[in-house]
């Protein structure tokens, strides 16, 4: 199946800097999404990106599928930022696959 | 709006006990349902999907089971728990376009399993 690799796996910053996650995948995709999981579980979709670029605030990520890789970008990181980022990808007929993801912890 | 409830939060079950967790989700006909299982410290993993009443769609043989007794209705089951089975479990549903591979996927807010 898919593989999806996510770097790096940890991430520390502090409060101000920006940051750049990135998501490899091994095969063509038509569905890419990013999501934050807070410290508390709940998973909150970023974008919903197959292919392009996107912004939502201090977020913004862009999808080359043509050479199968993702970027999130976070500006201006804020704690509120600390958790989890996942990437997942699917195929055509396929559920999500989610990648094992990038801890981001921001410090004041 | 759209608005998905999955209970109980957290869930401490002996080995070889039974297992029922619910999701529901209100706002939306004819959705996509995904069971997901995060092990601690790891990414998701995906148990179950349905696109339709009675459609399950399993992606890992195991210990677990799951039903759709109506459409906005999803159960994640188990005769009898394995020490294995821990694990924060997530329920999400997506529109529904016939297949599982569409837009955007929203989750619950899980639940914790403790299998002692």
């Given at each position: 199946g898919i593989q999806v690799e996510q770097s790096p796996p940890d991430l520390i910053l502090q409060e101000g800097a920006n940051s750049t996650l990135r998501c490899n995948f091994s095969d063509s995709v038509n569905n890419l999404q990013w999501f934050h999981q807070n410290p508390w579980g709940q998973l909150i979709n970023l974008f919903y990106i197959p292919s392009g670029t996107k912004q939502n605030g201090r977020l913004s990520a862009t999808t080359v599928a043509t050479e199968r890789y993702s970027l999130l970008y976070i500006s201006s990181?804020?704690?509120?930022?600390s958790g989890v980022y996942f990437c997942a990808v699917a195929q055509a007929g396929t559920a999500l696959i989610f990648g094992k993801g990038t801890t981001l912890s921001v410090s004041s | 709006s759209q608005t998905i409830h999955q209970w109980p939060a957290t869930l401490v079950q002996p080995v070889g006990s039974p297992l029922s967790l619910e999701c529901t989700v209100e706002g939306t006909s004819n959705p996509n349902l995904y069971w997901y299982r995060q092990a601690a410290g790891r990414g998701l993993q995906l148990l179950f999907y349905s696109v339709g009443i009675g459609q399950i769609s399993s992606e890992v043989p195991q210990n677990l089971s799951a039903s759709r007794p109506q459409d906005r209705q999803f159960i994640l089951s188990s005769k009898k728990l394995l020490l294995s089975d821990s694990g924060f479990y997530l329920c999400a549903w997506s529109v529904w376009?016939?297949?599982?591979?569409?837009?955007k996927l929203f989750f619950g807010s899980g639940t914790q399993l403790s299998v002692l």
């Open positions: 990181s804020q704690t509120t930022d | 376009r016939g297949r599982p591979d569409n837009e």
